[in-house]
């Protein structure tokens, strides 16, 4: 509907009311006007009534205009308040028993929600700069221009600068570009201006505004590097000085009881026994500590991987093939190749064979390997029918052994080969039956 003077523009939705309600009355009014003519009124009773019938008409369609109109703008306002971020608005006949009382009331509760969810968005917010504040880890937030839009005070420390000195500066400025380039995570030695170290570096993207930016963190791993290192030394020092010395006390008691039986005058009738004996006994030793030696030294110096193309089925048959103690039945998987140094792989197998095989003697049961692939990975387990392990947990610390003869290296050289392959090594106890099962994940 359009209005005198509109000349074919589309009139506003309140024109559009006003004239929609003066059309209504408009055969109301003309017809009364007919009537009061055809009744024969005299003039001055005619322009009374119909000024008063127009004025009714007129304040009819304004009336109902308003009626129209005021509720559109009032919740036109709310919703114009709520865009701005001003949740403290209520529109005013919010009820739910008729179509307008309705929408308001949509609108109020709108207005609590989005007041609730702003509430907790800023709780969140605060809660998270507080943690990344007390937090000993680095952060810096890179935008897509590589500008620096975010540093806690870890980062502040460790640039030595505070935030309002770092914001806007590029990651070359700060010194902090070849944090943004290279693998992830990898450690680092680095010096900054606030603190140096060993820094482990984590890189992500991230979006904000709709913008991409860029996450990093930097954590000192110096410290806990440093302790790891003192814990590794103290044990170390303790495994070998339980080891040297097992074999010096015994070496140190015969030699002096060999000495004592030489100073003796007359000698003693069976001096040759005795000698031929006590040097046997200080040989064994000798040899004993010479492989404990031998055995560290391996775990020690164990080359980096040279990977090649493996085909995991005919490996695991022909480690199998190699136990001739007890026959290992080969549960066959689907074809399968892998990258892997081939020699370094046949000593990690040949070991969980090995112990495979002592545990099932123990018991007279048997022993299964085989292997399956998915996920990008390939597992190649062994299976045993033994008595089970009672200290899992020190399986894999160096020199750790259960049996009467082992040096405690075999597991540990398994998975530092393991890992250097980028796999990893479990060995625990089977839940449905007796006996153990090792398993070694590697990359396809």
């Known amino acids: 509907m359009t209005g005198p003077g509109s000349r074919g523009r589309r009139a506003s939705h309140e024109s559009q009311v006003l004239w929609l309600a003066l059309l209504t009355g408009l055969p109301g009014a003309l017809l009364s006007v007919v009537l009061m003519v055809a009744g024969g009124y005299d003039a001055r009773t005619t322009w009374t009534l119909g000024l008063l019938l127009a004025a009714a008409w007129l304040g009819g369609a304004f009336t109902l205009h308003e009626r129209v109109v005021r509720p559109l703008q009032t919740l036109s306002n709310l919703l114009a308040a709520l865009r701005e971020g001003d949740f403290s608005m209520r529109a005013r006949g919010a009820r739910s028993d008729d179509a307008l009382g309705l929408a308001l009331l949509e609108a109020n509760t709108l207005g609590e929600t989005l007041r609730g969810q702003r ?125 040297i010395n097992n074999s010096l006390a015994p070496i140190q008691s015969i030699a002096g009881t060999l000495l004592g039986l030489l100073d003796h005058d007359p000698r003693p009738a069976d001096l040759d026994d005795d000698l031929r004996g006590g040097l046997g006994v200080i040989g064994a030793r000798a040899q004993a500590l010479s492989r404990f030696m031998s055995s560290y030294a391996r775990l020690a110096r164990l080359p980096a991987p040279t990977p090649e ?19 290992v039945r080969v549960v066959p998987g689907p074809p399968v190749t892998v990258e892997a140094d081939g020699d370094q792989l046949d000593q990690l197998l040949i070991n969980l064979v090995r112990n495979g095989v002592d545990a099932a003697l123990e018991t007279g049961g048997g022993v299964r390997a ?35 003869r082992g040096t405690g290296i075999g597991l540990a050289l398994s998975r530092q080969i393991a890992e250097a392959h980028g796999g990893t090594l479990t060995l625990q106890n089977r839940e449905s039956a007796a006996g153990c099962v090792a398993r070694l994940t590697l990359p396809r």
């Open 119 to 243: 509430i907790g968005a800023m709780e969140a917010t605060a809660l998270l700069r507080k943690v990344m504040d007390e937090i000993e880890v680095a952060v810096f937030a890179f935008d897509e221009d590589g500008r620096l839009r975010l540093a806690n005070r870890a980062g502040e420390r460790l640039l030595d600068r505070p935030a309002g000195r770092l914001i806007g500066f590029t990651a070359v400025e700060l010194g902090l570009e070849p944090f943004l380039e290279g693998e992830t995570p990898r450690t680092e030695e680095h010096a900054f201006a606030g603190a140096s170290g060993r820094w482990e570096v984590r890189r992500g993207p991230f979006r904000q505004g709709g913008l991409p930016h860029r996450l990093l963190v930097l954590a000192d791993v110096s410290r806990a590097l440093r302790e790891e290192e003192r814990q590794a030394w103290k044990r170390l020092i303790r495994v070998l000085g339980h080891e």
């Open 309 to 327: 193309p493996m085909d995991v089925g005919a490996w695991v048959r022909r480690t199998a093939g190699l136990e001739t103690r007890l026959p």
């Open 370 to 404: 085989g292997w399956s692939a998915g996920d990008g990975q390939v597992e190649v387990w062994v299976e045993d029918d033994g008595p089970g392990i009672a200290a899992t947990a020190n399986l894999f610390v160096p020199f750790f052994t259960t049996k009467p």
